[in-house]
């Protein structure tokens, strides 16, 4: 049964760089593709980015200049790095798992995603703050 | 962009009847949705995807329907444990943006 596991500093001070980690136990991190979502205190959902089992990576146009995914299969973990956070930044953050086909056209290579985001961490409490 | 709208923000139902949540798309989304049932303090768990497949060991009194901009989800009898926030996602476009709907918070009357 796989199991997630988000990890980090809980405090990050505004316009330095949040920085999480999610472990994931008990299957393959190859085999699918990853998501960051957060909730920030009494709202809903935002999905982050996402790391597809490609290597590519994609995020929210809102956020995208101060997102970074990586992976390091060796260790099971996937990574985010948010930079210059402010308050509005301040949230619950999640990993998620993404089952994903890939794709191929004359256009390129899209990785569709089949599943929704079927598994998930049980979160982490950033806060930004002096 | 992608808007998705969920109706109505909150819901009051009683235990053992029906609740119907509505999500719209602001543009066609195909069959590409996801709800998800979130419980206070705890992460979103996935019942439904492609608008009307129930993810493993969610009960089938979940049911999903629609495709397009209107969908819907339906829980036929309502149980003490259902009684919880409702998230529609999409996860149709490209360049991706699984977008969230805003959530129906599902309360006992």
């Known amino acids: 049964q796989v199991q997630l596991q988000e990890s980090g500093p809980g405090l990050v001070k505004p316009s330095e760089t949040l920085s999480l980690t999610c472990t994931v136990s008990?299957?393959?991190?190859?085999?699918?593709?990853w998501s960051w979502i957060r909730q920030p205190p009494g709202k809903g959902l935002e999905w982050i980015g996402c790391i597809y089992h490609s290597g590519s990576t994609n995020s929210n146009p809102s956020l995208k200049s101060r997102v970074t995914i990586s992976v390091d299969t060796s260790k099971s973990q996937f990574s985010l790095k948010l930079r210059s956070v402010t308050a509005a930044d301040t949230a619950v953050y999640y990993c998620?798992?993404?089952?994903?086909?890939?794709?191929?056209?004359?256009?390129?290579?899209?990785?569709?995603?089949?599943?929704?985001?079927?598994?998930w961490g049980q979160g982490t409490t950033v806060t930004v703050s002096s | 962009e992608i808007v998705m709208t969920q109706s109505p923000a909150t819901l009051s139902v009683s235990p053992g009847e029906r609740a119907t949540l509505s999500c719209r798309a602001s543009q066609s989304v195909s069959s590409n949705l996801a709800w998800y049932q979130q419980k206070p303090g705890q992460a979103p768990r996935l019942l439904i995807y492609?608008?009307?497949t129930r993810a493993i060991g969610i009960p089938a009194r979940f049911s999903g329907s629609g495709s397009g901009t209107e969908f819907t989800l339906t829980i036929s009898s309502l149980q003490s444990e259902d009684f919880a926030a409702y998230y529609c996602q999409e996860y149709n476009n490209w360049p991706p943006e699984y977008t969230f709907g805003q959530g129906t918070k599902l309360e006992i009357k």
């Open positions: 492609g608008a009307s």
């Open positions: 008990g299957g393959s991190l190859s085999s699918y593709s």
């Open positions: 998620a798992r993404v089952p994903t086909v890939d794709y191929y056209d004359s256009s390129g290579y899209y990785p569709l995603v089949v599943a929704g985001m079927d598994v």
